[in-house]
């Protein structure tokens, strides 16, 4: 008996090394953003499209969207500046609550989510001037989320440079 749950285990071990495998090695389809890959999971990158703008009223503007059937979740959310400085002035809106089989009751969001951090409330010494005088911001957004009922990424660290108007 020891020995069928053994070759059960292998052959388990064997065919997630393979999806994972053709995964990390499959290229998107012609001209779409987001073609499925393997079993139709997307790349982190495409399912949780991330871009970062500036507002008229001061407030950085962090806006990730996701296709039909892709969440991100709440308690993962995380701005830092490179030296490791922690940005948790930013508002969220709120999300839907769903019970989830790893972290219990959970909020998450679908669609879209929309992060503003108040520029007035980031250190002077996180920006920096480029070579045309006009002052950036660089700063570290960590996420995580899931396809829904078919796979849960790693959690994801995205870098991102913001030029600031005048």
């Keep these: 008996m020891r020995s069928v749950h053994a070759f059960g ?10 999806a994972m495998a053709q995964l990390q090695t499959a290229s998107p389809r012609s001209n779409t953003a987001k073609a ?10 495409q399912a949780f499209a991330l871009s970062a703008f500036v507002e008229a009223d001061g407030h950085l503007a962090l806006l990730w969207e996701m296709p039909n059937g892709y969440y991100l979740y709440r308690q993962s959310l995380r701005l830092e500046l490179p030296d490791g ?8 809106p709120t999300g839907t609550v769903l ?16 992060l ?14 480029t070579a045309d005088g ?3 911001l660089d700063l570290l957004a960590f996420y995580q989320g899931c396809a829904q009922e078919q796979y ?15």
């Design 152 to 166: 849960c990424y790693p959690p994801q660290q995205m870098p991102l440079s913001v030029a600031l108007p005048e």
């Design 9 to 18: 285990f292998v052959c388990a071990l064997l065919t997630a090394n393979a």
């Design 36 to 45: 499925p890959l393997v079993s139709g999971i997307l790349p982190a990158a």
């Design 116 to 129: 503003r951090l108040p520029l007035n409330t980031v250190p002077e010494r996180a920006f920096t001037a």
């Design 85 to 92: 400085t922690l940005l948790d002035t930013f508002i969220a």
């Design 99 to 114: 019970e989830d089989e790893y972290f219990g009751k959970t909020e998450v969001y679908f669609s879209h989510l929309l």
């Design 134 to 136: 006009a002052r950036q």
